[in-house]
């Protein structure tokens, strides 16, 4: 179990990297496309159109598995350390499991429906 752990550092630094150029390369795409203003726009508006809502969709998929990567890894961690000295409650070890692979569901979920799009009606009441 050990010989897993051994070189897992570079999953948390790759989650960071990668989740940070998902931000960045969706921005620059959707500026050169003209489709957001370059000064400040929300992250939400610079991955909802066509080219780059495709490509911020796939990164942050994969950043949503690299998150559960390190969830994972870090769960193997406490249990190992708690093999040798108690470290922390395997409840609350495995507890803090459930909610982060939770978190990567629902950024799996928010890479994968970035644009909502509402009809609203604006019928006039006259009886009102």
């Not at 370059?38 to 909802?48: A, C, E, N, V």
């Not at 490509?55 to 708690?82: C, D, H, P, W």
Request: net charge neutral; glycine share 8%; charged share 10%.
């Amino acid at each position: 179990m050990l010989c897993f752990l051994r070189g897992m550092a570079f999953v948390p630094f790759l989650l960071v990297t990668w989740s940070s150029a998902a931000f960045i390369i969706s921005y620059v795409v959707a500026v050169l496309s003209g489709h957001v203003n370059p000064f400040l726009p929300y992250i939400s508006d610079t991955g909802t159109t066509p080219p780059e809502s495709g490509i911020f969709g796939f990164m942050i998929n994969f950043s949503a598995f690299l998150g559960a990567a390190t969830m994972y890894t870090r769960y193997k961690i406490v249990e190992k350390q708690n093999q040798t000295s108690y470290f922390s409650t395997p409840v609350f070890n495995l507890v803090s499991l459930v909610l982060g692979l939770v978190g990567c569901i629902g950024m799996g979920i928010v890479a994968n429906f970035q644009g909502v799009t509402l009809r609203i009606s604006t019928e006039i009441n006259d009886d009102i």
